[in-house]
């Protein structure tokens, strides 16, 4: 059972250059979210999804923009990268949204924009 | 607006020490609380989840108690071996969302030395 699985590992992007990170999930999962993790900052939203057709934004959407048209695949799209958006990204899924939701995460794409 | 702290920001401790870490947060209108375990490099792995209905919860060597009205949390490790050398987050999904939003603590660097 793959889990939540995320494309690339690693990337280094220049400035203004645009790329996807990957995020698929093979557990029929309604819910996908995408967070970034900021060395001593915690883990903070980005966007999530909580189905095929239906995304939103969470606390730190600008720069980024999401789809979801199947289940399984949650691509995060980054428009001309900034230095700012240098982070470790995770994708996550859950069976619920609150209330019984334990969380799965991805093994993270690690980003440097130079 | 939902904030969570936790305390100690890094623990070293001699290989068969009980120890706990605390969590605490700010609003006590949750859904649950999670914690997580994070190992370098690699993404979240769902440790245990409290609802916010209950005390308590158990996993092999690891229990994690929840105290609503206070805003706190505590996840005691009993034993504690060289495996569990990790940084432990603890997370609340916060009521009245219409989906899972999760507000993450800035972790525990947790090291267990022979």
């Known amino acids: 059972n793959a889990g939540v699985t995320q494309t690339p590992k690693f990337r280094i992007l220049k400035i203004g250059q645009s790329m996807t990170l990957q995020c698929t999930q093979d557990m029929n999962h309604n819910y996908m979210y995408w967070y970034r993790q900021d060395p001593g900052m915690g883990l903070k939203l980005i966007y999530y999804?909580?189905?095929?057709?239906?995304?939103d934004k969470g606390e730190v959407p600008n720069g980024y923009n999401v789809s979801r048209s199947t289940t399984e695949d949650f691509p995060l799209r980054l428009e001309l990268a900034a230095p700012s958006q240098t982070s470790v990204y995770f994708c996550?899924?859950?069976?619920?949204?609150?209330?019984?939701?334990?969380?799965?995460f991805g093994e993270g794409s690690r980003l440097t924009v130079l | 607006k939902q904030e969570v702290t936790q305390i100690p920001a890094a623990l070293s401790v001699p290989e068969g020490e009980n120890l706990v870490l605390n969590c605490s947060f700010t609003d006590s209108a949750i859904y649950n609380l999670q914690w997580f375990r994070q190992d370098p490099g690699k993404g979240l792995t769902s440790l245990l989840l409290?609802?916010?209905?209950?005390r308590e919860q158990t996993s092999g060597r690891l229990n994690a108690s929840l105290d609503k009205s206070s805003g706190r949390s505590t996840l005691y490790i009993a034993a504690s071996q060289p495996g569990d050398s990790a940084t432990y987050l603890c997370a609340v999904t916060v009521s009245g969302t219409s989906y899972g939003k999760l507000t993450f603590g800035q972790g525990t660097i947790l090291t267990v030395h022979p």
């Open positions: 996550a899924s859950s069976y619920s949204s609150g209330g019984g939701g334990e969380l799965f």
């Open positions: 409290i609802q916010s209905s209950q």
């Open positions: 999804s909580v189905g095929a057709g239906i995304t």
